[in-house]
């Protein structure tokens, strides 16, 4: 099997909530709360509703909790 070159990571590609909330280091249900009750991120939901955070968004988010 070729080894085929991983696409460079865009500011719109979509993480699920596991992967995102690991990039900020924080639990999932914490990411959750920062979407639902402190309006800090948004997320896109799947045709399945499943939540998806657009990469850039969590950086944004990592130089914001850093700020804090």
Do not use: F
């Not at 990571?9 to 009750?37: C, F, M, Q, W």
């Amino acid at each position: 099997m070729l080894n085929m070159p991983r696409m460079a990571e865009s500011a719109n590609d979509l993480l699920p909530p596991a992967e995102a909330a690991a990039l900020i280091g924080v639990h999932r249900d914490t990411l959750k709360r920062y979407e639902d009750r402190d309006h800090l991120i948004t997320s896109i939901r799947t045709p399945y509703g499943h939540r998806r955070y657009r990469r850039g968004d969590v950086e944004a988010l990592i130089t914001h909790e850093a700020a804090s």
